[in-house]
């Protein structure tokens, strides 16, 4: 066990990763990176639909969707638990389903918003971060088929937490991706812990064995200003942020900014 997984602060248990499948390509990303956390980590994968209760059609290609996974996992040597639930809202139906059971993860995979809409990650991922009661997972996916060799960690209290770093961390360890810690700490006007375990303890980081850079805030007039510089100039492929339970789900603009922004996949972390 290394420091981040003895960290009560930073670790984010994914023995029972749950999934919820919806028609399209989206929530497959969720899927494939489950599986691969799973070929790392050894979690079980729960792949769930939900069909509600005044849907007449469309049962058979909602079997499909969890069937496909089942299949999948089996040939590649992983547990993956295929489920259908009926309830009367699909976005209600996954929030019950999630608290009743033994799940450490919620991980679901939603299409990019506009910068102009006042979603987030759409109606039922909206609403999940709200209701959530386990800790959740939500990546705002872009149309490309992506690798992640380059993770960004904008490292402020404002739009980040300690699980998200070790989430981050986790996916790194996965890909073998380099990770960049863009310490943005300054912009933090009333900062609680600092991240000081993880940037004083070279330590920390450094027995993860991951290829890592750490960089500082540079003349830039705010954090938005900060990572969008960032962004068009070293292109990373997925940007990993976070929010607790306690938290005022009225985003900041700065996280609603790298969520949305299309050049880039990002995943909130919420715990």
């Known amino acids: 066990m290394n420091m981040f997984e003895s960290s009560r602060s930073y670790f984010l248990k994914t023995d029972h990763i749950i999934v919820p499948m919806f028609k399209g390509t989206n929530s497959r990303k969720a899927l494939k990176i489950s599986y691969d956390?799973?070929?790392?980590?050894?979690?079980?994968?729960?792949?769930?639909?939900?069909?509600?209760k005044k849907e007449n059609v469309?049962?058979?290609?909602?079997?499909?969707?969890?069937?496909?996974?089942?299949?999948?996992?089996?040939?590649?040597?992983?547990?993956?638990?295929?489920?259908?639930?009926?309830?009367?809202?699909?976005?209600?139906?996954?929030?019950?389903?999630?608290?009743?059971?033994?799940?450490?993860?919620?991980?679901?995979?939603?299409?990019?918003?506009?910068?102009?809409?006042?979603?987030?990650?759409?109606?039922?991922?909206?609403?999940?971060?709200?209701?959530?009661?386990?800790p959740s997972a939500i990546l705002s996916s872009s149309d490309l088929d992506r690798s992640y060799n380059n993770i960004l960690i904008p490292l402020a209290e404002s739009i980040n937490t300690r699980a998200a770093v070790f989430f981050a961390m986790l996916i790194a360890r996965t890909y073998g991706s380099h990770v960049t810690i863009y310490d943005l700490r300054k912009y933090d006007r009333t900062p609680t812990h600092g991240f000081k375990m993880l940037m004083n303890n070279p330590g920390m980081l450094s027995e993860n064995k991951l290829d890592i850079t750490i960089i500082k805030s540079g003349?830039?007039?705010?954090?938005?200003?900060?990572?969008?510089?960032?962004?068009?100039?070293?292109s990373p492929d997925c940007i990993v942020v976070g929010t607790r339970k306690s938290q005022n789900y009225r985003m900041t603009s700065d996280i609603k900014l790298l969520i949305k922004d299309p050049d880039t996949d990002a995943i909130l972390i919420k715990k």
Not at 37 to 52: D, L, V
Not at 66 to 90: L, R
């Open 219 to 234: 003349e830039h007039s705010g954090i938005k200003e900060e990572i969008g510089s960032y962004i068009r100039t070293e």
């Open 58 to 134: 469309g049962a058979y290609s909602r079997l499909n969707l969890v069937a496909s996974a089942y299949n999948e996992g089996k040939k590649a040597g992983i547990k993956v638990v295929p489920k259908i639930q009926t309830f009367e809202d699909i976005k209600k139906g996954i929030v019950i389903e999630t608290s009743g059971h033994y799940y450490d993860l919620l991980f679901l995979s939603t299409r990019k918003r506009s910068l102009l809409s006042s979603s987030i990650f759409g109606n039922i991922g909206d609403y999940i971060l709200k209701n959530s009661t386990i």
């Open 37 to 52: 956390i799973s070929k790392n980590a050894g979690s079980e994968i729960t792949a769930i639909t939900i069909r509600e």
